[in-house]
């Protein structure tokens, strides 16, 4: 009976009294080697295209491999064996490169991208992301910003702000419990009183209900 081979490593089931006298080898070669490979071998290649990943049984081979190494190229779709399989991506071609068996759903990573794919029926790659609801939780230990998209820390944004907006903003120190007030030209640390001249509209306000009321008052009059 000959050797036959597992269905998503390929790895050489040997039979009983296959490879008589040389069968360490064979087991060296076709199963643990190979198992390596599949634990933490990587696959590297350039990417301009399509590129169809080789599967040899028996035999060391690109799909096999944990890591699929993009090293170069402009990026396009690779196709990997319709089994189970989880890769690690990292992908440095100038464009996307794509995951695919061929059919269903595929994974893709863009240009500079590191991350997972995993397809659990053979036919579908998805690639894993994180989740936008962190429930909660507060991102901790940030560094500064160097970039328009990166995160920021509310003690740099709050140090920004007021940064920026020196010479115009008033000093904090001393200020506790204060609010901002401007005049129109000068602003300043001070405590909001509320007065007549500070509603702009009081003054037709007013008018307007004294006027309701001479008006009601001399209607009444007549009336009586």
Known sequence: MPSTYSPSFRLNYQAPGDNL?????????GVFQLLEDAL????????????SLTAVNGATDQARC???????????TITAPGVKKLYFVRNT??????ITTGSGATASFAAGEVGFCYSPDGVNFY?????????GARLLNVGSPTANTDGATKGYVDGVAFTMAAGSLPGQGGNAGKALITNGTVASWGIPTLATSNLTDYASDQAAKTDTATKLAVAFAAAL
């Open 66 to 76: 944990l890591a699929i190494n993009v090293t170069g190229g402009t990026g396009g």
């Open 127 to 135: 690639k894993t992301s994180l989740q936008n609801d962190f429930g």
């Open 40 to 51: 933490a071998g990587s696959a590297s290649l350039s990417v301009s295209g399509p590129v």
């Open 93 to 98: 071609a100038s464009g996307a490169v794509v």
């Open 21 to 29: 006298n040389v069968w360490g080898t064979t087991l060296n070669t």
